[in-house]
Every structure is written in structure tokens, then in C-alpha cells.
């Protein structure tokens, strides 16, 4: 069933925009990430212009994300305090993302920008996160008391403006949870995502908060995060197609319950590894197109 | 299909009915007939008159250098209706002065396409007739239908290896490319048409798309500007038939042109050319109105004109989603 999009200005098949995302918010559900790093290239595939595409993902996106933290928050599993300290780091650091994404226009050279800064922290991120949780996986395997992973007294505990993490079970300073949202409100500026696939393995491996409260975490502040950017590419860009994100949140929401529920019988191993093959798989993808040589070397757009 | 060859059938019918003459189809000529109800104005001093009272009028795409007659005017009421201007010593044009020339009557099978939410592309049919004073020329007439979508600036970026990644290196402005643009004839144009014919009225989708000036800032700017072409050639944006017009006992004629579902907004203009010896003899213009409608027409004017509003719609109707799947499997689970 076609359906012509009133922004997009294309007609799409309309159970294409439900699979999509359904698909995607199964990820978001199961791993805790919005899903934005697929999404675009996803929507762009299908035929949907770019802008209306990176615009339209960040509100899809902070649909499955409310619909994933209310799953998470009936089984207790957001940690709102660190979530808030998170979010005043990503409000903080997408404003200098957005100035640093300007000036980047302004060179030209955007697209490349982004591409490679994908490379690199999917490549970094996914690389690291397999290796670990391989490595917790053998050790299960071969029978080795699962240790506990012992608590650091690392740096995050010896800064000041100590606070209370009860849900996280942490009692640690403020200051490194905030520069992590910064860093990733900083780089989901550039790169037009929630930024839940940095932010997800940062928790676990930086502040060592405990997997299953990591996911509804993220969430959380990925709902905030895409919420602001829906309302900036509306009033700004008037690129976030309402019709398309209707289609893709009827998958979408679904899926995210149903990726919530199923990510409660796997194992914290299993996660981690299935959200390191996929960060890895989007990274040689993005990489193999930056490097191979493309079928059609030009490109249209709409000229100022 | 069963659906357009009615609309062929009723169309030669009627044509045949009232004997190709202005009243025809009055509905799609619509300025046609007031035209000739009103005569116009004479402007300048002894307008060479062509035929029936109607003044020569220019059609907007005639190039304007040393081609406007003294007494060229557009007919009051809109130009929907054109007929050439009296271009003197261009070749052909005694063919073009001849008051017994042929003239070519033609409508569409609608003059407006909305766009609803369902909206997978249409089809236009174009018929119509060649009229005459005299008797047919010798040789088969050619007819050429051109519908070209609302034309914009469009930037074209080539890629390059750097450091051994392609990146967006080049990029030019190609100054008018029709954001749509179909042309069906008797035959391939290069047979049908002269070449001056076609610069003159811009025909071949090779002159529609096109970069004014000379001044630009890649060396190759023609590859730049095919590459345009055949990018929305591959989009079903840029479509050539070249023997898709049927010419009926060199008198009727009839074609369609599929509009696909990516179609954007605006006036598209409709052209048909009659031709005859590779020159052409007249054309008839008109506008089909692309527009969208009901749920598509708000949607896309409240993002226009109340950007926070529909930002915040957008958000609302995204968060009450995520709450009722919430809400709907808590249910289930019981």
C-alpha cells in the first residue's frame, strides 16, 4: 500500500515504514539505543530525502524511547537521578555540537565529517564492548566463579560533589557522569543521533553501572535528547514529516515493548555482544562506502 | 487502462462531433474560447493578423532576442491559448505566415492532479486535433507533447578520492532543471524536429535542463549538468517517448504521460507541438494544476506556517504512541 508523504513529498510503501520500524524498535527495546545510527541510512535506502530523514528518526526515536523507559520504569529499572545529571551534560554539550556542526558547514564537508566520526566511535565502541563481554563469556564458559565485577575506587569516586545513586547502586561524584552526557549530547549534534551507542557502554564501563539499569537509563535521556531535536528541525528546517513518523512509531513502539520484554530472558553477555556486532557490522558498512568506489560519483540537492 | 481509453474514446468523439473547431473541449481550453468571444486590443500600429481575429501572442518560453514582433501581444485573458509569434527570415517562417496554416486543438484528460495520502502517480491523456483552412499537406504531420513540472536551481556534487576515502570534492549550481519534465512524439526528435526548432522552444530534455552564463566553478560544467539528467531519469522524474503520440488519418492524435508517485507540488505546463517538415507549424499550452489535498494540504501548510505548533504535534502524538503501546501490552500481559 503506497502512502505519499506530505514534507517527504515521496509515496512509500507503507508496511516497508511499519517493518522499519518495528525492526528498530525491537533494537531499542532489547539494547537501549534509539536506533538513530540505523534509522537514517535505513529511511535514505528506502528513498526518503536525507533531512526528512534525520529529522523524522529523532522523533520516532523519542517515541520508542518513552514507550522502552515506561517498560523499564515498571520493573524499576531507570536510574531518573543519574538520567537528569546525564541530560544537563547532553543539554550542555549539544549546544556546542550544533556551533561546531555550523562551523562545518561552513568549510562543506559535513557529510564526510559524520561519516568518519561513525567510523571511528562505532569502530572504537563496538570493537571495545566485544572484546569485553567475549572475554565475561568465556570465562562463564570454562566454569570460572562468575567474579563479581569488583568496584573500582577509580577517579569517579575521588572528585567532589559526591552523590547518591540508589537505583545504580553507585555513590559516586557528579562530574564524570555529567562530561559523559556532554560528550554524547556533543557528538549527537554532529552525527543527528540519540547517541545511546556511546552512552550505553560509557555506564557500564566508565561509571560501572549495573547493565539492567543502563538500558532504561539511556532511554531516558535519549527521550529528552530527540525530543529537543524534533522541535529544532520542525521550527528550523520544517523537515520532521508527521505522516512518517506515524508509520514508523505504529512499528516502532511495538517493537520496542516486544524488544523490552525479550531483552529481560537474555543474559547481560549476550546483550552486550548483539549491540557490539551491530555497532560493528553499521561500522564496516559506513566505512566500506567511505573507501569503495561509488556507483554514481554525483549528487543532487536542493541549491540555497 | 480501461478507465483512460473511455476517456480517448469520448474525447475523439467529441472532436469529431464539432468538427475540431474552437468550441471544442471548452472545459480544458478554457481562455480558448473566451478569446475568440473577445478580440483583443490591438496594440502598435496594423498587428499582422493571423486568422479568426486572433492576435499573435508570444509564448513565454520564445527566446526573446529580435524574435517579438511590433504588435506581438499576450490575448487578454491569460495566455493558455499561444500561437507563434511572426518571426520574419528564420527559415520556415513563410510556412508560419500562411494564413491557411494548420492549427492544433488540444485538451487533457484533467487539468488538476491532487495529491491525497494514497496518491501512487496518475495519468494524463492528451488528445486532440489538427485544424485546417485548406487541404492536408503532403507527409504525415509530427506531434510532440511536452509536460514539464516547476523548474528550480539544483546543486550537483561529484565525489573524489581523498586520502583514499570518496568525499564530496566539486559542486556546481545547474541554474534550471524542471523538477519534472516528460516529452512523447510521432517519432525520435532528432528525425521530427530541426535542430534550431528545438533550441528555439526548448523540446529535448537536453535543453530543459541547462546552466546560464558561463561562469562556473568546475571545469566540466556538461558533465555536471547530465549528470542532473540522469539521476532523475533513474527517479522516473525525466521520461522520453519517442513514439508515444498516435497520429489518427493525419487529423486526431492522443497520448498519455504517466506522472509518478514523487511528484512535487506546483503548475506543470503541457505543450503540444505540431510539426511538419521539421518545423513547427503551432503549439498549444496549458497548465495542469499538481496540488495537494485534504490531510496533505494541512499537514504540509501548518509545518509551513506553524512550525512550533507542528513540532509539537509531532512530539505529542509521538509521546501518547510510546505511552499507549505501553499501556496496550501491560494489558496484555494480564
Known amino acids: ?48 530525502p536525507p533531512a526528512v530523514a534525520v529529522a523524522t528518526g529523532a522523533n520516532q526515536i523519542c517515541a520508542a524511547s518513552f514507550s522502552g523507559v515506561l ?25 556546542v555540537g550544533v556551533e561546531i556542526f555550523e562551523l562545518l558547514t561552513a568549510l562543506g564537508q559535513v557529510e564526510l565529517m559524520v561519516s568518519l566520526t561513525y567510523v571511528l566511535f562505532l569502530g572504537v565502541v563496538g570493537g571495545l564492548m566485544l572484546i569485553e563481554s567475549l572475554g565475561a563469556m568465556i570465562r562463564a564458559r570454562r566454569g570460572t566463579a562468575p567474579k563479581r565485577r569488583q568496584r573500582r575506587r577509580g577517579w569517579a569516586h575521588k572528585l567532589p560533589l559526591k552523590m547518591r545513586f540508589r537505583a545504580s547502586n553507585l555513590y559516586i561524584s557528579v562530574i564524570p557522569p555529567f562530561l559523559i552526557g556532554a560528550l554524547v549530547g556533543l557528538l549527537s549534534a554532529i552525527m543527528g543521533v540519540g547517541g545511546g551507542f556511546i ?8 561509571l560501572g553501572m549495573p547493565t539492567a539499569v543502563v538500558v532504561g537509563t539511556s532511554l531516558f535521556q535519549i527521550m529528552f535528547v530527540t525530543g529537543v531535536t524534533t522541535l529544532l528541525h520542525a521550527t528550523q528546517t520544517f523537515t520532521v514529516d508527521i505522516a512518517l513518523a506515524l508509520l514508523l512509531l505504529v512499528g516502532g513502539v511495538t517493537g520496542a515493548q516486544v524488544g523490552a520484554r525479550f531483552g529481560m530472558k537474555l543474559k547481560a553477555e549476550q546483550l552486550r555482544i548483539g549491540l557490539a556486532l551491530m555497532v560493528l557490522a553499521v561500522c564496516l558498512k559506513i566505512a566500506f562506502d567511505l573507501v569503495a568506489t561509488p556507483a554514481e560519483l554525483y549528487s543532487l540537492a536542493a541549491a540555497p | 487502462m480501461r478507465r483512460g481509453r473511455a476517456v480517448i474514446a469520448a474525447g475523439l468523439c467529441a472532436l469529431l462531433a464539432l468538427g475540431a473547431s474552437w468550441a471544442v473541449a471548452p472545459a480544458a481550453l478554457g481562455q480558448g474560447a473566451a478569446d475568440d468571444a473577445t478580440p483583443p486590443a490591438p496594440s502598435g500600429s496594423g498587428a499582422p493578423r493571423t486568422m479568426q481575429g486572433e492576435a499573435p501572442s508570444a509564448p513565454p518560453g520564445a527566446p526573446a532576442g529580435g524574435r517579438e514582433t511590433p504588435g506581438a501581444t499576450v490575448a487578454p485573458g491569460g495566455g493558455e491559448v499561444l500561437v507563434l509569434p511572426e518571426g520574419r527570415g528564420a527559415p520556415g517562417e513563410d510556412a508560419r505566415s500562411d494564413p491557411d496554416r494548420e492549427r492544433v486543438v488540444a485538451a487533457l484528460s484533467h487539468n488538476q492532479v491532487s495529491i491525497t495520502t494514497t496518491y501512487a502517480g496518475s495519468e494524463i491523456f492528451v488528445f486532440g486535433a489538427i485544424k485546417r483552412n485548406a487541404p492536408a499537406r503532403t507527409g504525415e504531420p509530427d506531434v510532440i507533447v511536452t509536460i514539464s513540472g516547476p523548474s528550480a536551481p539544483v546543486t550537483v556534487r561529484r565525489k573524489a578520492r581523498m586520502f583514499g576515502v ?27 524536429l530541426s535542430a534550431t526548432e528545438n533550441l528555439r522552444h526548448r523540446i529535448a530534455l537536453d535543453s530543459q535542463v541547462r546552466t546560464i552564463g558561463a561562469a562556473s566553478d568546475v571545469a566540466d560544467p556538461d558533465a555536471f549538468r547530465e549528470a542532473v539528467i540522469r539521476l532523475r531519469r533513474a527517479q522516473g522524474l525525466y521520461v522520453e517517448a519517442p513514439i508515444e503520440v498516435e497520429v489518427i488519418e493525419s487529423t486526431l492524435f492522443t497520448t498519455h504521460v504517466a506522472l509518478p508517485a514523487n511528484i512535487v507540488e506546483g503548475d506543470y505546463v503541457a505543450r503540444v507541438f505540431l510539426v511538419h517538415d521539421r518545423q513547427v507549424i503551432d503549439l498549444h499550452e496549458t497548465v495542469v494544476g499538481v496540488r495537494k489535498v485534504g490531510l496533505e494540504r494541512w499537514l504540509f501548510a501548518l509545518s509551513r506556517e506553524a512550525p512550533l505548533q507542528y513540532g509539537l504535534l509531532a512530539l505529542i502524538v509521538a509521546l501518547a504512541m510510546g505511552w499507549g503501546a505501553s499501556e496496550v501490552f501491560r494489558l496484555m500481559r494480564r
Not at chain 2, 556546481?172 to 526528435?189: H, Q
Open chain 1, 1 to 48: 500500500m503506497l502512502i505519499y508523504l506530505p514534507i517527504a513529498e515521496v509515496s512509500v510503501n507503507a508496511f516497508v515504514l511499519l517493518g522499519l520500524g518495528g525492526l528498530i524498535g525491537l533494537l531499542s527495546g532489547l539494547f537501549g539505543v534509539g536506533g538513530g545510527f540505523l534509522m537514517t541510512p535505513l529511511l535514505m535506502l528506502v528513498g526518503i
Open chain 1, 199 to 206: 552512552m550505553v557502554p560509557a555506564m557500564i564501563y566508565m
Open chain 1, 71 to 95: 517498560a523499564h520504569w515498571r520493573r524499576g529499572a531507570v536510574d531518573f537521578r543519574m538520567g537528569g545529571v546525564l541530560l544537563a551534560g547532553g543539554v550542555a554539550g549539544s549546544f
Open chain 2, 166 to 192: 570518496w568525499a564530496n570534492n566539486a559542486s556546481t549550481v545547474v541554474d534550471a532543471a524542471p523538477s519534472f519534465y516528460a516529452v512523447a512524439s510521432t517519432g525520435p526528435l532528432r528525425d521530427v
